[in-house]
């Protein structure tokens, strides 16, 4: 079974742009959870879509929103991108049907504004 | 206010030997952890995991120790590997106010395993 997916894997964007990445999840995951890693913080909970639905949402500002499509596939966007921005996207996807939902991790994409 | 505490950045061990990472939560709510090993440049991969009725789960080489009284739960690997040496993340989950669970990680121990 292919394992999470996750594009573009790089990406340089400069002060003010606004960025799109895209996470695909495990064939048959339903739940799709977004996080930001940067150096000394560890993974900060970003939000989770389940059947195209947020249902959990992180301390992040209004600038990062994400959606989630009929077949699981689920896009983050940040507007108005700042240089503290700069950091490694998780995507994590998961079953419902499991007694406790363990997260599956896509390789992320590295994100740096410049 | 950090609800799951990595509170060692880094540990060396020597290979054949026992690593011992720790991970430490406040929040009594949670009901489910679970370890995650990271290699630079790579998303996190799920390892071992554990639910709050139990105080064991051994998978391999990896041995996860959950002590609910005092809010401690304990990563073993042995013996420890070279291929071990990566970013071990402890994370918790509980139900949220909306009903469905979500991850609370630490900051990761850096593990490396010298021949």
């Known amino acids: 079974k292919a394992g999470v997916t996750q594009t573009p894997r790089y990406l340089i964007k400069t002060r003010g742009q606004q960025v799109t990445l895209s996470c695909s999840p495990i064939?048959?995951?339903?739940?799709v959870s977004w996080y930001q890693q940067t150096p000394g913080q560890g993974l900060q909970f970003l939000f989770e879509y389940f059947s195209e639905t947020q249902r959990n949402k992180g301390n992040f500002p209004g600038r990062f929103s994400g959606r989630q499509f009929s077949n699981s596939r689920s896009e983050m966007n940040v507007s108005t991108l700042e240089l503290g921005d700069s950091a490694l996207y998780l995507c994590?996807?998961?079953?419902?049907?499991?007694?406790?939902?363990?997260?599956?991790f896509g390789p992320g994409t590295r994100l740096l504004v410049l | 206010d950090q609800q799951v505490k990595q509170n060692s950045p880094s540990l060396s061990v020597q290979e054949g030997r026992i690593s011992i990472l720790n991970c430490d939560y406040t929040n009594s709510m949670f009901d489910y952890f679970l370890w995650y090993k990271k290699y630079p440049a790579e998303g996190p991969t799920f390892l071992i995991s554990i639910s709050s009725i139990k105080d064991k789960n051994e998978d391999g080489r990896f041995t996860v120790f959950l002590n609910k009284s005092a809010k401690h739960l304990s990563l073993h690997i042995v013996p420890s590997q070279p291929g071990d040496s990566a970013v071990y993340f402890c994370a918790a989950s509980a139900r949220g106010n909306s009903g469905y669970s979500t991850l609370t990680f630490g900051k990761g121990t850096m593990l490396l395993v010298s021949p």
């Open positions: 994590a996807s998961s079953s419902p049907r499991e007694l406790q939902e363990t997260q599956y």
């Open positions: 064939s048959g995951h339903r739940s």
